[in-house]
């Protein structure tokens, strides 16, 4: 028998859920049939990928299933242990120096997972001394590191450096000041004004960690991020392989001597099995065809000109996206899930974000474009776009 108290908190969740799925209007994990591509399988038909993390198109390309499968060869299907122990292969110290490089820093240290390189670093990097300075809408893998670090935590009013200023100000003698910002705003688009962090982190002798998940393949001359794209050196970068990489996995980089910190004090670095090899290896093929294949960032953005003129011009509110990550506020979670659906039925996949994932009233489309789309991909998606926001009243 269960608890009362459990029973009230899973039985609303779960009604929600049967009711949504009953009224077909559950639209999340759609089992795809295919890979990540600008037209993927779902349900046996074909539908257009509007939102999805392969910015660069790379997930389905050639050369990287091509060093995938010499890995598999090579290595197997898993290291089957953690780096510390058995978890380490010649192609991980690869991916780390090649990361460290191509970052301009001293060292990098991989994660399984772009969730656990934040939760990993700043759990293990902010003691009881610290004052960890965060914004109000980083992601929620910087807020879970938060929660499990030892240090105070203190929330700065989204991407206002007048409030990042005074926080800072209030905790000037701190032993250790932390300020850890998203470069790109994953559900806003948006980008941190980061010359402006910066210079307020130097000021207040501040460690900065940027989370560049959605800056890695889409801002700066190398696609290296947001601290590229302003020319600022931060501290700590952080990535994700998930997205413009193609594969699973995340890295921070930073000083040998944080590094080296990180490797032997993260726990969710030291008790997690290794990234298999494959990936790995898929990764490091990534890199070098982002730098390779400099024309698929020029397209992504040529194709998020596109999309987002057109969202504007139909009236719809983008919410100040600068970057690829293009929000659509529809505001209602209800009016949402049915557009959603509709768009489905029409063949074109579009993610919904609702509470909690963005705040109550806030619900919205999370959109963007790839290098892997066509003009006309872009111009039938917001056909749809158009037709079905008017069928809801939304647009006149
Ligand atoms: C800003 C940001 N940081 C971190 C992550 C976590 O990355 P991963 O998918 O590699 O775990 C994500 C992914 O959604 C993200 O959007």
């Known amino acids: ?11 609303p969740v779960l009604d929600w859920v049967l009711q949504a799925r009953a009224n077909g209007r559950y639209t999340f994990e759609p089992p795809f049939e295919s890979g990540a591509g600008a037209r993927a399988r779902l349900g046996g038909r074909e539908v257009l990928m509007l939102s999805t993390g392969n910015y660069l198109g790379l997930a389905d390309h050639p050369e ?12 197997g299907a898993s290291s089957c242990g953690a780096r510390i122990n058995n978890g380490t292969t010649t192609l991980h110290r690869q991916l780390e120096a090649r990361l460290a490089e191509w970052t301009g820093k001293e060292s990098a240290i991989a994660f399984s997972s772009g969730y656990l390189a934040n939760l990993g670093t700043i759990s293990a990097l902010c003691d009881a001394d610290t004052v960890i300075v965060t914004d109000q809408f980083n992601h929620m893998s910087i807020l879970d590191g938060c929660r499990l670090a030892e240090g105070t935590v203190k929330i700065f009013t989204h991407n206002s450096i007048d409030k990042l200023q005074f926080v800072l100000q209030r905790n000037a ?15 806003d688009g948006e980008l941190a004004p980061l010359d402006q962090i910066h210079k307020l982190a130097e000021q207040y002798g501040a460690l900065l960690m940027v989370d560049e998940a959605h800056g890695i393949g889409v801002l700066g001359a190398r696609g290296a991020g947001a601290a590229e794209h302003f020319g600022v050196p931060v501290d700590i970068v952080m990535g994700s392989f998930s997205k413009s990489l193609a594969g699973i996995g995340g890295f921070v980089a930073g000083t040998t001597a944080l590094v080296e910190y990180i490797r032997h004090f993260s726990h969710a670095y030291t008790f ?8 790995v290896a898929g ?10 294949e400099s024309w698929r960032i020029a397209k992504l953005w040529r194709n998020t000109l596109r999309f987002r003129s057109g969202l504007i011009e139909l009236g719809f509110d983008v919410m100040g996206s600068v970057t690829p990550v293009v929000p659509i506020l529809i ?3 209800e009016i949402l899930l049915d557009m959603a659906k509709d768009l489905l039925d029409g063949g074109v996949y579009l993610a919904a974000a609702i509470p909690p994932a963005v705040p ?7 959109a963007n474009a790839t290098a892997s789309l066509e003009d006309e991909d872009i ?4 056909d749809l776009l158009g037709r079905a926001a008017k069928r809801y009243g939304l647009l006149r």
């Open 283 to 292: 990764v490091l093929k990534a890199l070098e065809l982002m730098e390779r």
């Open 360 to 366: 109550k009233g806030k619900s919205r489309f999370r």
């Open 379 to 382: 111009d039938r998606a917001l």
């Open 1 to 11: 028998m269960m608890n009362q108290a459990y029973a009230q908190m899973l039985s």
């Open 64 to 75: 990287i299933r091509q060093a995938m499968r010499a890995a598999l060869d090579e290595f």
């Open 272 to 279: 997690n099995a290794s990234l298999p090899p494959v990936v």
């Open 331 to 333: 505001g209602d979670d």
């Open 173 to 187: 003698d701190a032993r250790k000041l932390f300020v850890v910002v998203d470069g790109v705003y994953s559900m």
